[in-house]
């Protein structure tokens, strides 16, 4: 199966020209999916964002965005991989995807915050791409429920922006996101 939506690499763009590529992409309406419950689909995203089938690793990456475009997050809090003709559950560690990069431009009140994902998606943090923290870790909202945790550097380098603020945070999107301890 051909992939429709190539992975989005946002050190080569501009904010512009991610946010572009991001509307261009076409996702499967899983939100409107509503199948019967198959089962479990013997699937783990261990908390590194690693995927696993029944013990061993997914190595291709094709795979893992192929399974990513159909993952849902359901009401109360758990993982499904759906179709329009099955729903499996799926176990999630902590966060189902992955922040690899981050790009910044502007700076104070203006500036925006572009992520990429493990899965070659990418976002703009903003009021649709809202950051929280749980578990003193930062996550960003990136779609149908569904959160990215960082990769350490992308973590650090976040870190380093959210504290050079007083308080602890960063503006992305015309708002500002608290980063540091409630």
Not at 75 to 85: F, I, K, N, Q
Not at 99 to 111: L, R
Request: charged share 25%.
């Amino acid at each position: 199966m051909p992939e429709t939506n190539p992975p989005i690499d946002i050190s080569r763009l501009s904010l512009a020209e991610i946010e572009a590529a991001v509307a261009a992409q076409r996702r499967p309406p899983v939100e409107r999916w509503n199948p019967r419950h198959c089962g479990h689909s013997g699937m783990r995203i261990d908390r590194e964002g690693r995927w696993w089938h029944e013990g061993r690793p997914i190595e291709r990456a094709a795979l893992v965005r192929l399974f990513a475009s159909v993952l849902r997050r359901e009401e109360d809090g758990s993982h499904v991989l759906v179709t329009p003709a099955e729903k499996l559950d799926i176990d999630v560690d902590f966060a189902a995807l992955r922040v690899v990069a981050m790009t910044i431009e502007g700076s104070g009140e203006a500036q925006r915050i572009a992520l990429q994902l493990n899965t070659g998606e990418a976002l703009v943090v903003g009021p649709d791409h809202p950051l929280t923290v749980r578990e003193e870790l930062p996550l960003v909202a990136v779609r149908g429920g569904l959160e990215a945790s960082f990769e350490r550097p992308v973590y650090f380098e976040l870190a380093e922006l959210a504290l050079a603020a007083d308080p602890p945070g960063v503006w992305s999107g015309g708002r500002f996101f608290p980063l540091g301890p409630s």
